[in-house]
């Protein structure tokens, strides 16, 4: 059973910063790409940051410049640091990733955490 489980959210002023974790585990035989979505009430899911085994990444346009991920492969994890956070960045931020199951190594499916709620307030 292949899971992602994030950590590193909470309530932070405009202007600080946060850094977001998230970890795969489970029978994994290979990642592709990993990547931040994220969700504020009433609106669509959507893509935050992605970056792919070989380091290629693609930001949304409202957090370039701002927002930076990172991956370690050998740990099967991805970071999200965000900077100059706006009231804007509010929201739940889900880990999404491209996971090849060690039961299944020729199927690429896709995988979702739990979300952690990013909150920007004074």
């Known amino acids: 059973q292949v899971q992602l489980v994030e950590s590193g959210g909470g309530l932070v002023q405009p202007g600080g910063s946060l850094r977001l974790s998230c970890a795969a585990s489970?029978?994994?035989?290979?990642?592709?790409?990993m990547g931040w979505y994220r969700q504020a009430p009433g609106k669509q899911r959507d893509m935050v940051a992605q970056?792919?085994?070989?380091?290629?990444?693609n930001y949304a346009d409202s957090v370039k410049g701002r927002f930076t991920i990172s991956r370690d492969n050998a740990k099967n994890t991805v970071t999200l640091e965000m900077n100059s956070l706006k009231p804007e960045d509010a929201a739940v931020y889900y880990c999404?990733?491209?996971?090849?199951?060690?039961?299944?190594?020729?199927?690429?499916?896709?995988?979702w955490g739990q979300g952690t709620q990013v909150t920007v307030s004074s």
């Open positions: 999404n990733a491209d996971i090849r199951p060690s039961t299944t190594p020729t199927i690429l499916l896709n995988y």
């Open positions: 489970g029978s994994i035989s290979s990642i592709y790409r």
């Open positions: 970056i792919t085994n070989g380091g290629s990444t």
